[in-house]
């Protein structure tokens, strides 16, 4: 059983369910606040808004200083690259010109010229990977604003579907996720128990022998699947009892 599978199965349920029974909560209370009205707000309020547009600031200023100093990085590049080239070039007129300089001669020239090749090849390849480590910054920085907004998106139109809700909506709405959440367990259940069920009905431990410890140990597995989910079926229903019990005294007794 892996986290992941059970994140899956739960996590979008549970989520809605909660800003469900939030929403509800903030319709009885009238907890309706307009938030682009700075001035309801109290001192409070204000510095917490200030702190996120500071958290906000400091990000896009982090990903500004990797920017700035790869930028920086790739032009002093450019620019040692530019020097060797100039290099090349002056080492190479002098080979077909054979003009020699003191204490120079062809064998000399031949050496700085490997020299400044190997040197002009091994500053191409860093100015290169340094390109290719900014482009993978760059993208990795708009696929997680990509995923953080579509998330973000997802959760506002579903917060403004609910707005529209009557009490009653809102009530149903949130059952429904419990059910959801409920009925997905009842079928892991029933997938255990069919599996038992299927491994003692074909034999398949005496059918197998070569595979029989693998069939035990699936077996031991399955029973501690099946422990784990009707633990579960009971705690969802209980929460989504006293979930339930919360919404009606909160309408009628608050």
């Known amino acids: 059983?892996?986290?992941?599978?059970?994140?899956?199965?739960?996590?979008?349920?549970?989520?809605?369910?909660?800003?469900?029974?939030?929403?509800?909560?903030?319709?009885?209370?009238?907890?309706?606040?307009?938030?682009?009205?700075?001035?309801?707000?109290?001192?409070?309020?204000?510095?917490?808004?200030?702190?996120?547009?500071?958290?906000?600031?400091?990000v896009n200023l982090d990903f500004r200083v990797i920017l700035e100093s790869s930028s920086s990085k790739i032009e002093e590049l450019?620019?040692?690259i530019f020097k060797v080239k100039s290099s090349l070039n002056n080492i190479e007129l002098q080979i077909n010109s054979k003009n020699f300089n003191i204490g120079e001669n062809i064998e000399s020239l031949n050496n700085k010229h490997k020299y400044c090749s190997e040197e002009?090849?091994?500053?191409?390849?860093?100015?290169?990977?340094?390109?290719?480590?900014?482009?993978?910054?760059?993208n990795n920085n708009v696929n997680k604003s990509d995923i953080f907004n579509f998330i973000s998106d997802m959760v506002e139109k579903y917060q403004?579907?609910?707005?529209?809700l009557n009490l009653e909506q809102l009530v149903a709405l949130f059952n429904i996720?419990?059910?959801?959440?409920?009925?997905?367990?009842?079928?892991?259940?029933?997938?255990?128990?069919?599996?038992?069920?299927?491994?003692?009905?074909?034999?398949?431990?005496?059918?197998?022998?070569?595979?029989?410890?693998y069939i035990r140990i699936k077996q031991n597995l399955n029973k501690g699947y099946l422990?784990?989910?009707?633990v579960l079926l009971y705690i969802l229903t209980i929460i989504y009892i006293l979930c339930n019990i919360y919404m009606l005294i909160l309408k009628y007794f608050i």
């Open 1 to 58: 059983m892996k986290l992941l599978d059970l994140m899956k199965k739960y996590l979008a349920p549970s989520v809605l369910g909660a800003i469900t029974i939030d929403n509800y909560k903030k319709e009885v209370l009238n907890y309706n606040k307009d938030l682009t009205e700075l001035q309801n707000m109290n001192k409070e309020q204000l510095i917490e808004l200030q702190k996120q547009l500071w958290n906000e600031k400091s």
């Open 160 to 164: 403004s579907i609910i707005s529209n």
């Open 177 to 213: 996720f419990g059910f959801i959440m409920v009925l997905i367990t009842i079928v892991n259940i029933s997938t255990v128990l069919i599996g038992d069920y299927l491994i003692d009905k074909l034999n398949l431990e005496n059918n197998f022998p070569k595979l029989s410890k």
């Open 78 to 80: 450019e620019s040692e």
């Open 120 to 138: 002009l090849s091994n500053l191409i390849n860093k100015k290169d990977s340094c390109i290719n480590e900014l482009i993978e910054k760059i």
């Open 227 to 230: 422990i784990f989910y009707i």
